[in-house]
């Protein structure tokens, strides 16, 4: 147990929907982090937020975004949903710069 | 070309064998992660360095800041440490390898 969590565990959407998942995280950390899993493949870096700001990017379109709340708490949104949106989604936190704890993760199924 | 690369990609071991997973990288990162993920998804951090050498258990990681390359060794393994094993950069953003599946056969 990290005590992160995630929610929900799985997600069926349709091509065209928005989604937004959540992450907790662990107590004391600042920073969260974002990641896509797709099947048989490594984790892409989306995005992480520090203290409700975003600190860096990977290479994923503007209809991916976030927000971090003043708990450290945080959302990902994903707008008009495409297939190859279907994947597994992590969030990490951590203080700065510091190991980070993952959460079980969100299954994403784009119909 | 992948930032982080590993090798190898797939690796089937004999229950107590001594175990390496390599991994190189082309950019610059500020510390190298080591991370466990079972089957069904959930990934736990087994290390994080940025110089040297760090042991936990059975677990070694070592990562040659000049070099740009890291390993993870395994001794004495289990059917247990079955998973894959993905090493991680952290620098303008993660950089992940492609991970590397582990199975300990009995």
């Known amino acids: 147990e990290t005590g992160v969590t995630q929610s929900p565990t799985h997600l069926i959407k349709t091509r065209g929907q928005q989604v937004t998942l959540r992450c907790s995280s662990q107590s004391g950390h600042n920073t969260v982090s974002w990641y896509q899993q797709a099947l048989g493949q490594g984790p892409q870096f989306i995005f992480q937020y520090y203290r409700e700001e975003e600190n860096g990017r990977g290479n994923f379109p503007p209809r991916f975004s976030g927000l971090q709340f003043p708990n450290y708490s945080s959302e990902l949104n994903v707008n008009a949903l495409e297939l190859d949106d279907s994947a597994l989604y992590l969030c990490?936190?951590?203080?700065?710069?510091?190991?980070?704890?993952f959460g079980p993760g969100t299954r994403l199924t784009v119909l | 070309k992948n930032e982080v690369e590993q090798s190898p990609q797939n690796l089937t071991a004999q229950e107590g064998e001594f175990i390496t997973i390599n991994c190189s990288y082309s950019?610059?990162?500020?510390?190298l992660h080591w991370l466990q993920q079972h089957p069904g998804g959930g990934i736990v951090s087994l290390f994080m360095l940025s110089s040297g050498k760090k042991k936990h258990g059975r677990l070694i990681a070592t990562i040659n800041i000049q070099e740009k390359h890291s390993s993870l060794h395994i001794t004495a393994s289990h059917p247990r440490d079955s998973a894959v094993y993905i090493c991680?950069?952290?620098?303008?953003?993660?950089?992940f390898g492609t991970g590397t599946s582990l199975t300990v056969i009995p």
């Open positions: 991680a950069g952290t620098g303008n953003q993660f950089y």
């Open positions: 990490a936190s951590s203080r700065l710069d510091n190991e980070q704890f």
């Open positions: 950019v610059g990162i500020s510390a």
